[in-house]
């Protein structure tokens, strides 16, 4: 899925580029994970079924929630996106294993001041996915910057 193995040093001097976006773990979106996962469970609990798939179901609600939590809400996971570089109209996506993918940012994008979810579509494989941003995994400015950059397209032209 991410093209060549590039490892990625997270410096002081990464910060310092002019479309840089480090993301961290979003404390938001583990609360949301853990309400919406808990109420899933919560339900399934209350339906007439036996008690073995009530377990069961139940089970396979928290090993999602685990996994989601995992890989999206704390970027544990290798393939975690922790990063966005924008060059130009190019668009990199980092990975926590420090592995890069070229993507295309789609219009199916949502940009509010609460949440962005970035629709992309890897030059690659031609696959769209989807990166959630809360404000509380990125800096304050950084945020901003990053949703002006991402809604209205204001990406530096070479030359």
Same mark, same amino acid.
């Given at each position: 899925?991410?093209?060549? =193995? /590039?490892?990625? =040093?997270?410096?002081?001097?990464?910060?310092?580029?002019?479309?840089?976006?480090?993301?961290?773990?979003?404390?938001?979106?583990?609360?949301?994970?853990?309400? $919406?996962?808990?109420?899933?469970? !919560?339900? $399934?609990?209350?339906?007439?079924?036996? &008690? &073995?798939?009530?377990? !069961?179901?139940?089970? %396979?609600?928290?090993?999602?929630?685990?996994?989601?939590?995992?890989?999206?809400?704390?970027?544990?996971?290798?393939?975690? &996106? $922790?990063?966005?570089?924008?060059?130009?109209?190019? $668009?990199?996506?980092?990975? %926590?294993?420090?592995?890069?993918?070229? +993507?295309?940012?789609?219009?199916?994008? %949502?940009?509010?001041?609460? !949440?962005?979810?970035?629709?992309?579509?890897?030059?690659?494989?031609?696959? /769209?996915?989807? +990166?959630?941003?809360? *404000?509380?995994? !990125?800096?304050?400015?950084?945020?901003?910057?990053?949703? +002006?950059? &991402? /809604?209205?397209?204001?990406?530096?032209? *070479?030359?």
């Amino acid at each position: 899925m991410f093209l060549k =193995n /590039k490892a990625i =040093n997270f410096s002081s001097a990464d910060k310092k580029l002019p479309h840089f976006f480090k993301f961290h773990r979003s404390r938001i979106f583990a609360i949301l994970l853990f309400a $919406v996962y808990g109420l899933a469970i !919560i339900i $399934v609990i209350q339906l007439p079924l036996a &008690v &073995v798939f009530k377990y !069961i179901f139940s089970l %396979l609600l928290a090993c999602a929630l685990f996994y989601y939590l995992w890989r999206y809400a704390w970027l544990l996971s290798p393939s975690s &996106v $922790v990063g966005m570089r924008m060059e130009g109209a190019d $668009v990199f996506l980092i990975s %926590l294993d420090g592995r890069e993918m070229q +993507v295309q940012i789609s219009t199916e994008t %949502l940009v509010t001041p609460f !949440i962005t979810i970035i629709m992309v579509i890897s030059c690659l494989t031609g696959k /769209k996915l989807s +990166v959630m941003i809360f *404000p509380d995994s !990125i800096e304050t400015e950084r945020f901003r910057e990053m949703r +002006v950059l &991402v /809604k209205w397209g204001g990406f530096d032209t *070479p030359g």
